[in-house]
């Protein structure tokens, strides 16, 4: 079975909650080119007029400038894995089951599937939790 699973860098931004808020945003990365794959963005409840975005993956100087550029940073304390493979039933419920067998919590998960591939971002407190899990899923999906 072909997976992948790999440590990422996260970046997020705060974004004004209005028409145009998180396309600012994410025009400022493609515009040095960035080909996101994963992109979340919400309300933030506790501060009204006012959103977040997190996105990922950010590559080189230029994407990196444009961001911060943008008012985006790395997100500090968020320690991510992504996690592709074929998209089969049972695979959420396995990747989460090896975690928890591991004593690691997670802080956050999102996932998505698209015809017969899936990826699935896990977010950690810690980076020593993040490569341990990197390590689990590897193990357990990879065979090493």
Known sequence: ?????????????????RSGGLAEK?????????????????????RPGMGVVFM???RGCAQIRA????????APNVYAVRWEGPNQPGFGAA??????DA???MRGLSGTA?????????AFDSNEDANKARRILRKTFQGE
Do not use: H, Q
């Open 56 to 58: 990922a993956p950010l």
């Open 103 to 105: 004593g690691i919590n």
């Open 67 to 74: 961001a911060r550029k943008a008012g985006m940073l790395k």
């Open 114 to 122: 698209l015809g017969r591939r899936c990826a699935i971002y896990l």
């Open 1 to 17: 079975m072909a997976v992948e699973v790999a440590r990422i860098d996260v970046w997020f931004g705060e974004i004004e909650d």
């Open 26 to 46: 994410i025009e400022a990365v493609a515009a040095a080119g960035a080909n996101l794959e994963f992109v979340i963005a919400r309300r933030a409840p506790d």
């Open 95 to 100: 990747i989460t089951r090896s975690i928890a």
